[in-house]
């Protein structure tokens, strides 16, 4: 198994544009997980979906930031209009079944500039 | 919110055992606790959970105190790899909502 594949690795924008990441959840998981981490505050849990459906999104920053999972096999995270505050490593993860262990995928490093 | 305290670091001499402790002293009868790591520039990787009784895997073992209010992670044989921020985490098993707290870096040295 190729495990989580997020993409891309790095992505510098300017203020003001779009930024969409990726992710490919290990195939079978029923559980996607979006997570951001910056110094100041570590890891943060932004959203999780179970079986493609959004569950909670509470850690969601603020209206610019969205998030769709159309299939299990794929979600993105989408910021609009981006900020440099955004400038973080968004990690994506997936989990077999509520409870278990989550398998991260390497993360998307986003500046903006 | 992040419910557990670790050390901010620690030392290890290679091929000797790291013992990482974790306080979490209101945990509840039916939440668990999980230990990640980190390694730098890398997703945080599972290594083990448990409930109440001692756990052990390829990885690690842990070892809960009888009244569930600590614990300690055990690397039986640390090497220069396992330098890592390790995170300990208590959470309801279909919880869902894992809350990484500060963690501890390890420093395994030669």
């Known amino acids: 198994d190729a495990g989580v594949i997020q993409s891309p690795r790095h992505e510098v924008t300017e203020m003001g544009q779009e930024v969409t990441l990726r992710c490919k959840p290990i195939?079978?998981?029923?559980?996607l997980f979006w997570y951001r981490q910056t110094m100041m505050r570590g890891l943060e849990l932004l959203i999780y979906f179970n079986n493609n459906v959004p569950i909670d999104d509470s850690g969601m920053p603020e209206d610019r930031f969205s998030a769709k999972m159309p299939n299990a096999s794929f979600s993105t995270l989408k910021i609009q209009p981006s900020e440099p505050r955004d400038s973080a490593v968004y990690f994506c993860a997936s989990s077999l079944a509520a409870g278990d262990g989550y398998t991260f995928g390497s993360g998307t490093r986003l500046t903006v500039v | 919110d992040a419910k557990t305290t670790q050390p901010t670091s620690m030392d290890c001499a290679e091929g000797r055992a790291a013992n990482l402790p974790c306080n979490h002293s209101t945990i509840s009868g039916n939440e668990y606790v999980y230990w990640y790591r980190q390694i730098h520039s890398q997703g945080p990787q599972y290594i083990i959970h448990?409930?109440?009784n001692n756990e052990t895997n390829e990885m690690a073992s842990l070892i809960i105190t009888e009244d569930r209010k600590s614990s300690t992670l055990i690397l039986p044989h640390a090497t220069l790899r396992d330098t890592a921020v390790y995170y300990c985490?208590?959470?309801?098993?279909?919880?869902?909502?894992?809350?990484f707290g500060s963690g501890t870096k390890l420093n395994v040295k030669p």
């Open positions: 195939s079978g998981h029923n559980s």
């Open positions: 448990g409930l109440k």
């Open positions: 985490i208590v959470s309801l098993y279909n919880f869902n909502k894992f809350y």
